[in-house]
């Protein structure tokens, strides 16, 4: 069946995330037909028990504590509910999960404090440095990299710091095409606000449903059209950030010399050097037009090569992706139909955004180069597919969890030259661990090419292994290898997932010893007590 058109833009609807699950409540379910024969004859089915409803801790904060936090917020914003509280624990990677599932929530804040602007940041902070509380700004929750479990030990207690009342689209450029938004906003909220001034953002993570713009910029995020409308930290020309130390407003003009960009220093900061209250970003005009399409490599080394030719020959499309033959046979490009049928090679989708004479312009350059390379042209079925099932692969995790299976996802980034290398290496750490030391555990790495520069591009890898008995334990030593293997490569531990406590012990191997060093010396000068997300980031 032919998909409906696509939008234009996003719909604005957007809720609270399930307490025990990725995404909307509503959309929880059970595997669907269409992949269970599959994770049957591959892993077996194991059906796990739901998760039952674990008691959160009781809060530690004393009554004058709680007092003060209504004073910066006002009462009906500082929350102490199981419920709310809950909601706030950790994030959404299957480790998280993991952990939820088999009883813990020791991560849970002792407190959820709501501030309505700026000024009531900057007075939370206040209060947090004179009782000495750990804050963790929260935004839409879909950390899969530990952001959002601060440590505990040393302070009177651990305060979310809810951003979810900060969305006000609070002015728009149309001659310098710029728009400031707040930090709360969710990535269908902040489209739909700037769909009506007849502009776009254009950010599309996989987390986009729930995410938000000070998430985005709080982890350096990438998005599926990042290829066309650019990484987070490209779109962003300015940032005010309340910190312990005082307001920091960042980003007068569109290019300076004026320095090191101190801009950089708070994109991809995760909470740990101050909390971004303003976000300006550049923005386009809504695209009047859409299109995505499939295209066939016989390789996935042939179909990297025309990708490495588009990016290097200034001719990338809004959208560019490549499967590997596994994830290809698979058909992960469409989560509804795990397992369909598939005619080999590797899957690419190429989508362009735009005014239709642009759209028609580059579609027929991009195809000239990719048909010349030894491509061959799907039409566009699979790459409607692909935009209509983009933000559903999480949803397709939880259920394979249900049922024993281990699910997971990590990414990395390296040049050209070494993609093969790095490729081989992840591929064969993970399945090291996660296949057994007799390799009779059944094992599926899949990956694909997320995002691509004139230099390089993301790797993005999904990990599907019986869970066993012990799933968080043999997801944290397949990861440990994985990083492993990353940094044995010399590539990024992480191009868009992030930091957070995941990968923090990697970070020294990457930036060294002196670069650990400076981003102490920033975390001390911003935040002297260590208030704001402590263990998070920085080594």
Not at 173 to 200: F, I, Y
Not at 364 to 390: D, F, K, M, Q
């Amino acid at each position: 069946m032919t998909p409906p058109p696509l939008p234009v833009a996003p719909t604005a609807a957007v809720g609270e995330m399930h307490p025990s699950r990725w995404g909307d409540p509503a959309r929880a379910a059970a595997l669907p037909d269409s992949a269970r024969g599959l994770v049957e004859a591959v892993f077996g089915l194991d059906q796990r028990p739901a998760a039952a409803d674990v008691v959160v801790p009781p809060s530690a904060l004393a009554a004058e504590v709680l007092d003060a936090l209504r004073g910066a917020v006002g009462a009906d914003h500082v929350l102490l509910d199981d419920a709310t509280r809950r909601l706030r624990t950790r994030g959404k990677s299957t480790p998280d999960l993991l952990r939820q599932r088999a009883g813990d929530l020791g991560d849970a804040p002792d407190v959820v404090v709501r501030p309505g602007d700026h000024e009531q940041v900057a007075a939370v902070l206040a209060v947090a440095v004179a009782h000495h509380l750990a804050v963790v700004p929260f935004g839409g929750g879909t950390s899969v990299t530990g952001g959002l479990a601060a440590r505990r030990e040393g302070y009177a207690g651990v305060v979310s710091l809810d951003l979810v009342r900060m969305k006000r689209l609070l002015a728009v450029d149309h001659t310098s095409m710029t728009a400031t938004l707040e930090p709360g906003l969710r990535g269908p909220e902040a489209e739909a606000l700037l769909a009506a001034e007849g502009l776009v953002l254009g950010h599309y993570p996989q987390s986009f449903e729930h995410a938000t713009i000070g998430g985005f910029a709080a982890t350096r995020s990438s998005g599926q059209s990042s290829a066309g409308y650019g990484r987070f930290d490209a779109l962003v020309v300015g940032l005010r950030v309340a910190t312990p130390r005082g307001e920091l407003r960042l980003g007068s003009a569109p290019a300076s010399a004026a320095g090191p960009d101190l801009r950089q220093l708070l994109l991809g900061s995760e909470g740990a050097f101050g909390v971004i209250t303003e976000v300006t970003v550049r923005v386009r005009r809504l695209p009047a037009e859409k299109v995505y399409e499939g295209w066939r490599w016989t390789s996935f080394e042939e179909g990297a090569t025309a990708m490495r030719t588009l990016a290097q020959a200034g001719l990338l499309p809004t959208v560019l992706r490549l499967s590997d033959e596994h994830e290809t046979a698979i058909n992960l490009a469409r989560p509804d139909h795990l397992g369909g049928p598939d005619a080999g090679g590797c899957l690419m989708i190429v989508g362009h955004e735009g005014e239709p004479e642009q759209v028609a312009a580059r579609r027929g350059a991009v195809a000239a180069v990719l048909a010349g390379l030894g491509g061959t042209p799907l039409g566009e079925e699979p790459g409607r597919a692909w935009a209509h099932g983009r933000f559903d692969a999480p949803y397709l995790r939880d259920s394979m969890l249900d049922v024993g299976v281990l699910v997971e996802t990590l990414e990395t980034a390296t040049f050209w030259s070494r993609v093969p290398e790095l490729y081989d290496a992840v591929r064969a750490a993970l399945t090291g661990v996660l296949a057994g030391e007799d390799g009779a555990s059944p094992v599926l790495v899949l990956c694909h090419i997320s995002h691509v520069y004139e230099t390089g591009c993301s790797l993005y890898f999904t990990v599907a292994a019986a869970g066993g008995d012990r799933p968080l334990e043999r997801w944290l030593a397949a990861k440990a290898a994985a990083g492993q293997a990353i940094t044995a490569v010399g590539a990024t531990i992480t191009h868009h997932h992030a930091v957070g406590t995941d990968h923090r012990d990697w970070l020294p191997a990457e930036i060294g010893e002196l670069g650990v060093s400076v981003l102490r010396a920033v975390k001390a000068d911003l935040d002297p007590t260590g208030i704001l997300n402590p263990g998070v980031l920085v080594p």
